[in-house]
């Protein structure tokens, strides 16, 4: 067992497993974003990698373990997007930039894109509480860089848990209805959002005092 | 036939029948809304009204009819939200806060709520089509005012589809997170997102230039 090549052979193998592992994930996200999660079968994920069903149990049990998978995988990568808005010696209004930015490409993604679009009704509980702390992460960062602004006295007041749900929203809304042949380029979507909500974000904002 | 007690028995017999199917799509939306479309059955939403699945067929054909239905009546709900934004008379942006206090009402109620949350997936599609033409008119109607506004030199220059797309989004996520025990009240969150969409929309706004 302590063998290296054995070792060696193992690991690629095992690493060779879990490409594969994602491929089957990122179809299955790909499909139940346009079908719906329900609408699909482990048949139609199967077909979309030309690979047998039977080949599918080797990398997931069941739908539900593609479903929570992806949406594992998803919130692996939104950590990324988190990372680049901590950087502690910035402006905060860049650092919001860049966590709008970041989160517009990842929601453009198709792993992005499930965890926005498809319900995790179907999941255990155990597994959509899993997610919910994930998802609540991101929403907590937006927060606390908002409160942050505001004690700095660069973001006017406001609610920031109801400001950050109302800049989700827009963001998580995207999917919905850019998923086209023709796609509107998620940098124009994040240079649209931003100036919309950062002028309203900035102090000393706005022509009309309501 | 032009006995006119018959006649008034039967106009009475057809509004109480209209009640009554109404009653059912509002439990079919607040059930479809918390615990998905495909995991509520027409049991479900019998029980929930204390009658039984065989009165349901007297109002309903199938689970997919009282979908459709939901998002028939929520469309028409939102027609008359649109209303209140047509007044000609009125300064674009008041006609802006306007849609957008009253979409932020209705898209809080199980029905409104229903139209933003539950994907039309399960609709044949002709069905599907008469949903999103009733849906592209809300749509249609905001960036009308934005683009008035642009003309009329009170909102500043942008996409006024991408902002569209960025508010409605930011409405309809409402549902997604506030339909717990203790929702914020629906004019707070106006309030909040009307302070950050105004005041970025208006121009000379924004403390910083991008």
Chains 1, 2 share one sequence.
């Not at 193998?13 to 179809?27: G, N, T």
């Not at 989160?103 to 965890?115: I, K, N, R």
């Not at 606390?144 to 109302?166: F, N, Q, S, T």
Request: hydrophobic fraction near 40%; include cysteine.
């Amino acid at each position: 067992m302590g063998n290296k090549t054995w070792t060696k052979t193992a690991d690629s193998r095992s690493a060779q497993r879990e490409i594969k592992r994602r491929a089957v994930l990122m179809a299955g996200a790909r499909l139940f974003n346009d079908q719906g999660y329900e609408q699909t079968s482990l048949e139609d994920i199967a077909a979309a990698l030309n690979i047998t069903k039977r080949t599918i149990y080797y990398y997931v049990q069941s739908k539900e373990d593609i479903l929570f998978g992806c949406h594992q995988l998803s919130l692996e990568f939104l950590g990324e997007v988190m990372e680049i808005s901590r950087d502690d010696s910035l402006p905060v209004a860049e650092r919001i930039s860049r966590l709008i930015r970041g989160y517009c490409e990842w929601v453009s993604t198709d792993l992005g894109a499930s965890l926005a679009m498809v319900r995790a009704h179907s999941l255990s509980p155990e597994r959509r509480e899993a997610l919910h702390e994930g998802k609540a992460r991101v929403d907590f960062q937006l927060r606390m860089l908002i409160e942050k602004g505001i004690r700095e006295g660069v973001i006017r007041h406001c609610d920031p848990r109801l400001v950050a749900a109302g800049v989700f929203g827009a963001l998580n809304w995207i999917p919905f209805w850019n998923r086209t042949d023709r796609p509107v380029p998620h940098e124009e979507i994040a240079e649209q959002y931003l100036a919309m909500i950062l002028n309203g974000l900035l102090p000393g904002a706005g022509g009309s005092k309501r």
